[in-house]
């Protein structure tokens, strides 16, 4: 284990901090009582599109089961893991907490499947728009969508929450987006909390993704046993209490499994950093990655996100939603596209060169629920009279 500071508060030299921070993209005088990266956490849980996050889907539709995870719950899994792994390395824990809460926040309806919707309506709508990336929509969300500031739009948040934010973005779009955008145009890394923040993100859905999985009877402790990273903390767990089984045992299971991965992510960062000499914000950002898994545990991961993604995110189960979900934002879409009348005034444009991306941010603002009554509104004859 790592033998870096585990106070909070004390910074390693290489964590990012207020006096290193780049600042705002709109000139505010600095909170006086928390720390600017404590202000944008608050903005962040304070914005319209984190209270969506309750009401869209993570894997599991939003309203198949109380239990399974939402943005939300993932958001604040990603968050508490987050925050672990920066306190163990002297990283900042506000801006780590941040990033996590912010992560999800331009995800559309219904998952991945959304995204996938939106993306291919954009290219035909408009082919030149940009498309549709749901890191790009986060940050958008954050610099433009919300509508909470009497100055300016968006949260105006630090620059390295917003470059953190980004975590992927396409060339072409990265040159619109002025100095968020540059590292991807010159080949150099976000800040290590940014780099936690996207691993934990990992650690939190493959881990949940099991639970949740499991819980709906979609994938069998059977199947999950012969991948060796879930298949030796079960048998761990088995000869530790051999009574136990159920969900108890799944959960055990799982919270080892979380321990385990973020001690490894711990102890492989920390030997990164020592190795590369990294000792400053700025050195992080022209070293290579420095957040990861050691190669081993790294290859486990990926053999348990290999039987996920074949076993459960393509289940037929699965699949059914998948292209449900995208029919019904594809024709949403097509409908207001077809005649921008039917949209609120707000996302009504003149230029109709504009329109599609004002579409667009419309429909990934969605909740599930909201989408699925709005396909209702405009095509559902239910609620005519019968004749
Ligand atoms: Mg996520």
New binding site residues.
């Given amino acids: 284990m790592s033998r870096l500071p585990r106070h909070p508060g004390a910074l390693a030299p290489y964590a990012c901090s207020d006096a290193t921070s780049r600042g705002r993209e709109h000139d505010e005088p600095p909170p006086t009582d928390r720390t600017a990266y404590q202000r944008d956490r608050d903005r962040i849980i304070h914005s319209t599109a984190f209270r969506r996050l309750e009401y869209k889907t993570q894997v599991f539709l939003n309203h198949e089961g109380d239990l399974f995870r939402t943005r939300l719950t993932?958001?604040l899994e990603?968050a508490q893991i987050a925050r672990s792994i920066a306190r163990s390395l002297g990283l900042n824990e506000d801006l780590t907490e941040a990033l996590a809460l912010a992560?999800?926040l331009g995800h559309t309806p219904f998952g991945h499947a959304g995204q996938d919707a939106l993306g291919a309506c954009m290219r035909r709508h408009a082919p030149q728009g940009g498309g549709f990336e749901h890191n790009l929509q986060s940050l958008r969300v954050v610099t433009t969508l919300e509508e909470r500031y009497a100055a300016f739009n968006g949260l105006n948040l630090t620059f390295e929450t917003r470059e953190g934010i980004l975590k992927h973005c396409s060339r072409r779009n990265a040159q619109r987006l002025g100095d968020v955008g540059q590292r991807f145009l010159t080949g150099g890394q976000p800040s290590l909390e940014a780099q936690v923040t996207n691993l934990a993100?990992a650690i939190?859905?493959n881990n949940h993704d099991i639970d949740d999985g499991l819980r709906a009877g979609l994938i069998d402790l059977d199947e999950l046993q012969t991948v060796p990273f879930f298949g030796g903390h079960l048998d761990a767990v088995r000869r530790a209490y051999p009574v136990v089984q159920g969900r108890r045992l799944v959960a055990e299971t799982i919270r080892r499994m979380i321990s385990a991965l973020i001690s490894d992510l711990v102890a492989e960062t920390a030997r990164r950093i020592a190795q590369h000499g990294v000792d400053c914000p700025d050195a992080v950002r022209a070293a290579p990655p420095l957040a990861a898994f050691s190669a081993p545990v790294q290859q486990q991961l990926q053999q348990l996100q290999h039987l996920l993604l074949h076993r459960l995110y393509r289940h037929p189960d699965v699949l059914r939603n998948t292209t449900k979900a995208q029919r019904l934002l594809t024709e949403l879409f097509d409908a207001y596209a077809a005649d921008p009348r039917l949209l609120p005034r707000a996302y009504q444009r003149d230029d109709a060169a504009r329109q599609p991306r004002a579409i667009a941010d419309y429909l990934a603002g969605m909740t599930d629920r909201y989408a699925i009554r709005e396909h209702q509104r405009l095509f559902s004859m239910r609620d005519w009279p019968a004749y």
Avoid: E, R
């Fill in positions: 993932h958001s990603v992560h999800d993100d939190a859905y």
